[in-house]
């Protein structure tokens, strides 16, 4: 007997804009992002060759390594991320654990992503141009010890 699913031929769910999020870490409530990438999980693999088999090639799970992840920000007077930033500088990393939501079109929350321990590893000043009527944008790279992903 076939088995049977709930889909259905032709039909599949709208994506979701990727306009639409926001960014969630605590004491941190002034920034408003225009970009968040690099949001990734990499397995390395470690391979082995079987005992008296040179063509066969085996493949172990390795060490997990989770990607820094990029936050573009529109400058304003709020110093929060920037002193986040310096804590690292300064040898007393605060570690937080920082959340993504992805909204949906009617701004109704469908998936975060918790990043475990994030703390920044990288600031980058706004770009200032004089010929350009462009909003000023910082650059703060986190880097994580591991993500949690929720879908309501």
Not at 22 to 37: C, D, K, M, N, Y
Not at 121 to 129: E, I, Y
């Amino acid at each position: 007997m076939p088995e049977t699913t709930n889909a259905s031929p032709g039909t599949r769910p709208n994506p979701f804009p990727g306009y639409n999020f926001r960014f969630e870490a605590l004491g941190v409530t002034e920034a408003h992002f225009s970009q968040i990438s690099g949001m990734g999980i990499k397995v390395r693999p470690i391979s082995w060759r079987e005992g008296g088999s040179r063509s066969i090639l085996r493949r172990l799970t390795g060490q997990v390594e989770y990607s820094d992840v990029t936050l573009k920000y529109g400058l304003t007077s709020s110093a929060d991320l920037f002193n986040w930033m310096m804590t690292a500088v300064d040898g007393s990393v605060q570690r937080k654990n920082v959340t993504i939501v992805q909204l949906d079109s009617a701004s109704n929350e469908v998936i975060r992503w918790d990043l475990i321990d994030a703390w920044p590893v990288q600031w980058q000043g706004a770009l200032l141009d004089a010929l350009d009527n462009a909003v000023a944008i910082e650059t703060l790279v986190l880097t994580y010890e591991a993500i949690r992903i929720q879908r309501t």
